[in-house]
């Protein structure tokens, strides 16, 4: 893939890169040159999640209670 420098020197990440580095607006991304003279683009994450559940850790709120629940299953009003 290929892409052009404008006269501001900016590039744009073809859409299939951002895709699968996962780069998004507000991404951040780092520009690394390789031994053999090649540039490298990484995107640079925050400290991974401890597993895959971690980021949704938090993300639910209070929810109903037990009584609530039940009053619901029961047909309550």
Do not use: H
């Not at 073809?14 to 780092?30: N, W």
């Not at 401890?50 to 309550?76: C, K, P, Q």
Request: no cysteine; net charge positive; proline share 6%.
């Amino acid at each position: 893939m290929t892409t052009t420098v404008t006269s501001k020197g900016q590039v744009t990440i073809p859409k299939p890169m951002r895709d699968r580095l996962g780069i998004v607006p507000g991404s951040a991304v780092a520009f690394e040159l390789a031994a053999d003279g090649r540039v490298v683009l990484v995107k640079v994450d925050a400290a991974p999640p401890a597993n895959r559940f971690a980021a949704l850790r938090g993300r639910a709120g209070a929810g109903l209670s037990t009584d609530e629940i039940m009053a619901l299953t029961r047909g309550e009003d």
